[in-house]
């Protein structure tokens, strides 16, 4: 039985690659009945970028859904597709702009056949202006952003982040927004049209550099591991590996100097304020990094722990899985796959009480659900064949 906080809501997975299947895997793990809709024949491009569909990327990103396969392109297929619409909450989409309509799946005709609906898109660039018709791809958006621009080395070329950010912060918004939409529909009865683009989320990540240029004119460049505005935050050998540090503030920095055995350190004019501890950074680190060196990470972490001074050791994937505090949350969520046996995907991030997130299944052989579905929206044997027959399923 499914007993998820989501389980009334029915959603329409029409999405690809990472942003929209992010989103939607928000709601499938609180027990939204998901329909992933994919073509009959031929792979998805979305699945060129995610690997083979029982490979850890899909597996992860298409959790907790049913497949349906359907040809889009053909009448009969959009016309399944609107029936199977009438039956949803929510229709999750990234197409570029213009596809949606093309294909005659756009919000004026998905509203038509319910007033209630909320359609999620997601994009590159936006529905309109112009770059609505170019591709969206987070690395991209990461130089787009500003994010590259401040990643890196100071003397070193710009630098992409070690993950797709932009796409899983889009499928967070996106989410964030179907679950707006659902919430305004209980006042209004009414769905609606919810947007989010990579662009504008790229841009709101960037959060307070954004905020420092458009407010004060400051344009931020690279500046390795530190902090642009207050030191010491940055990370640092130590005898065995690498420490991160976060003492900024006037506070902590005094805690530190006493927990590396230098108090006298919070003493000195040209680091007696953040200000001056970033205006004196080269110097700064050069004493940090002297002494951070003498000791192993996990002995530096006992020590500046014991201080208060935020810190952590710098994981290796298999380093991260081998924590304690990560093996004791359950981050590492175990369900059967018929094939593959036990896998352990990445749970869910938000806890609630008494509904919380669960992974029940993986995701389902192409169109596994296919039959069901339509049995579901009224159609016979008979013309479940036929539609088979001709491709459209």
Request: glycine residues 10%; charged residues 25%; aromatic residues 6%.
């Amino acid at each position: 039985m499914n007993d998820g906080a989501l389980r009334r809501f029915r959603v329409i997975d029409l999405s690809q690659v990472r942003a929209g299947p992010t989103c939607v895997k928000q709601l499938a793990d609180f027990g939204a009945d998901v329909i992933k809709v994919e073509p009959p024949t031929s792979v998805q491009r979305g699945e060129l970028y995610v690997g083979a569909r029982d490979g850890a990327d899909m597996q992860n990103l298409h959790r907790n859904k049913r497949s349906i396969t359907l040809d889009l392109k053909s009448a009969r297929g959009r016309d399944v597709l609107l029936r199977l619409a009438r039956t949803a909450d929510v229709v999750v989409e990234n197409f570029r702009p213009d596809v949606k309509t093309r294909l005659g799946i756009d919000y004026a005709a998905l509203s038509a056949v319910n007033p209630k609906v909320v359609l999620v898109s997601i994009s590159g660039f936006g529905q309109d202006g112009p770059y609505q018709r170019r591709p969206g791809f987070d690395q991209v958006l990461q130089g787009m952003c500003g994010l590259m621009s401040t990643t890196g080395t100071p003397q070193g070329e710009p630098m992409r982040a070690g993950a797709a950010v932009i796409d899983v912060t889009a499928g967070l918004y996106a989410a964030l927004g179907a679950m707006t939409a659902l919430l305004e529909r209980e006042a209004s009865g009414r769905g609606q049209w919810v947007q989010v683009s990579l662009l504008h989320t790229g841009i709101g990540l960037m959060d307070f550099q954004a905020a420092r240029y458009l407010v004060d004119g400051a344009v931020a460049g690279r500046v390795g591991n530190d902090h642009p505005t207050s030191m010491p935050t940055s990370a640092y050998a130590t005898r065995d590996g690498y420490l991160n540090v976060g003492a900024g503030g006037d506070a902590m920095w005094r805690a530190l100097c006493g927990a590396i055995g230098q108090p006298e350190l919070a003493l000195r004019p040209d680091f007696a304020s953040d200000p001056e501890r970033v205006r004196n950074r080269a110097e700064l680190n050069r004493i940090l990094g002297e002494a951070f060196r003498a000791r192993s990470t996990s002995e530096w972490v006992e020590a500046l722990d014991a201080a208060d001074v935020p810190c952590g050791p710098i994981y290796s994937m298999d380093q991260v899985f081998g924590d304690p505090q990560v093996r004791h949350c359950g981050i590492a969520e175990a369900v059967r796959h018929p094939q593959r046996g036990t896998l352990h995907l990445i749970s869910q991030v938000v806890g609630l009480t008494r509904t919380p997130a669960r992974i029940a299944s993986t995701l389902e052989d192409k169109g596994g659900s296919t039959v069901e579905l339509l049995g579901e929206l009224g159609f016979d044997a008979a013309e479940v064949e036929r539609m088979q027959a001709e491709g459209v399923v």
